[in-house]
């Protein structure tokens, strides 16, 4: 069974850094292209950054150059090491499978606020 646990959220001033961790219960985690989403308030989900099993990486042009994830598959676990953080990057952030799980499975995600 699937489970996805996100942390390593909380409240960050504009500039700041935080790093997000993503446990995956997942039967074939090295082989699973993994991504990082978020909601922000009104808005739809979208997908901030991707991950391939061997390590190739994809961003959104929102994040790109401040945004680093990387996995650890001994751990199977997935990092998103946010940099240069402003109140736009205010959501909650979630991991799944790329694409998601077709059924509708996601985790709790953990909150990612940028406020002074």
């Known amino acids: 069974q699937v489970q996805l646990v996100e942390s390593g959220g909380g409240l960050v001033q504009p500039g700041g850094s935080l790093r997000l961790s993503c446990a995956a219960s997942?039967?074939?985690?090295?082989?699973?292209?993994m991504g990082w989403y978020r909601q922000a308030p009104g808005k739809q989900r979208e997908l901030v950054a991707t991950?391939?099993?061997?390590?190739?990486?994809n961003y959104a042009d929102s994040v790109k150059g401040r945004f680093t994830i990387s996995r650890d598959n001994a751990k199977n676990t997935v990092y998103l090491q946010m940099n240069s953080l402003s109140p736009e990057d205010t959501a909650v952030y979630y991991c799944?499978?790329?694409?998601?799980?077709?059924?509708?499975?996601w985790g709790h995600g953990t909150q990612v606020t940028v406020s002074s």
């Open positions: 997942i039967s074939i985690f090295s082989f699973t292209v």
């Open positions: 799944n499978r790329n694409p998601p799980y077709a059924s509708g499975y």
């Open positions: 991950i391939t099993g061997g390590g190739i990486t």
